[in-house]
């Protein structure tokens, strides 16, 4: 199964250019339809903005783009290639403008337009979706800090912690990286630590990159 980054949530970020207001919106859509109706949802809620530029990108589906009355390639290219920078899959951007009056210029409109969608996209986040073992390892507490750091040090994640006689741990780790996190564990405690594959998982999870 793929690997990819999707928007972690839904964001809106906003800014003024030369009187100009400009607000950015990030979704996360499996499909062409559910694009589709948060285009709709912004031109019924901003009816009286002057832009609704939007992109998507669906994963094995279609990538569209639309300059909603801006000058070709100054709005919805710009939007979308901002999408297409930050990697990510199954995304929906809209840009709403309202005129201030004073024209930005074809340079101007294609930095505002960008400018727009990555303040969104970053006010969303970024998940990674991929397959992911479910591992169970329970640790004394001389071990907990530095398991913590080992599991970080391999892209895991460690999804459920429970206190009791030991730590018990629920660690998700890339699957790739599975093998040679348990050998890692294994070989650090001289053997006194290990780890059990308890099942597998293909979903996502928030990323620092």
Known sequence: MDEYLIPTRD??????EKKSRFIGR?????????????????REQHWDATH??????????PTRFSDDGEPGGT???????????ENLFNVCCVVTRYFGGILLGAGGLVRAYAK???????????SVKRVWDVIYLPVPYSWYERVKLEVAAFGGIIRETQFGADVELEVLTPQGQT???????????????EGLIA?????AFPVEL
């Open 199 to 203: 099942g597998q998982e293909y979903r």
């Open 75 to 85: 709005a919805g290219m710009p939007t979308l290639q901002v999408l297409q920078r």
């Open 116 to 126: 727009g969608a990555k303040l969104a996209v970053d006010a969303a986040g970024k």
């Open 11 to 16: 964001s809106e970020a906003e800014f003024v």
């Open 26 to 42: 990030v979704w996360h859509t499996e499909t062409e339809a559910e694009a589709l109706a948060c285009v709709k949802k912004m």
């Open 52 to 61: 609704n530029v939007y992109a998507y990108i669906i994963k094995d589906g």
């Open 179 to 193: 093998q040679d996190f348990l050998a890692r564990i294994l070989d650090l405690s001289a053997g006194t630590l």
